[in-house]
Nanobody, 115 residues
Framework: QVQLVESGGGLVQPGGSLRLSCAAS????????MQWYRQAPGKEREFIAT???????IYADSVKGRFTISRDNAKNTMYLQMNKLRLEDTAVYYC?????????WGQGIQVTVSS
């Protein structure tokens, strides 16, 4: 079974930056697409970004140009570099790995953007 653990969250001022990491375990991680989602209070969980095993990326319009998703397959780790953070970016951020049988989720990590 795959395990996903997020780290790197916290409190940051508007316009600031944070880098999230998602450490994954499991033999299939390096050959699977990995994704970041987030869920703000009172809102649905929303897609943020995707990175394929080969490094191809897709972003939601809300974060395009500000966030960068990447991965290090040798370390089974995915990253989300968040720049120019806004108040609306405040949410719990989740690492996710979809497979043919199930979607794996991390426990989530809080990112709070506040002055």
């Amino acid at each position: 079974q795959v395990q996903l653990v997020e780290s790197g969250g916290g409190l940051v001022q508007p316009g600031g930056s944070l880098r999230l990491s998602c450490a994954a375990s499991g033999s299939i991680v390096s050959v699977n697409t990995m994704q970041w989602y987030r869920q703000a209070p009172g809102k649905e969980r929303e897609f943020i970004a995707t990175v394929t095993p080969g490094g191809i990326t897709i972003y939601a319009d809300s974060v395009k140009g500000r966030f960068t998703i990447s991965r290090d397959n040798a370390k089974n780790t995915m990253y989300l570099q968040m720049n120019k953070l806004r108040l609306e970016d405040t949410a719990v951020y989740y690492c996710s790995l979809p497979t043919t049988s199930t979607r794996y989720w991390g426990q989530g990590i809080q990112v709070t953007v506040s002055s």
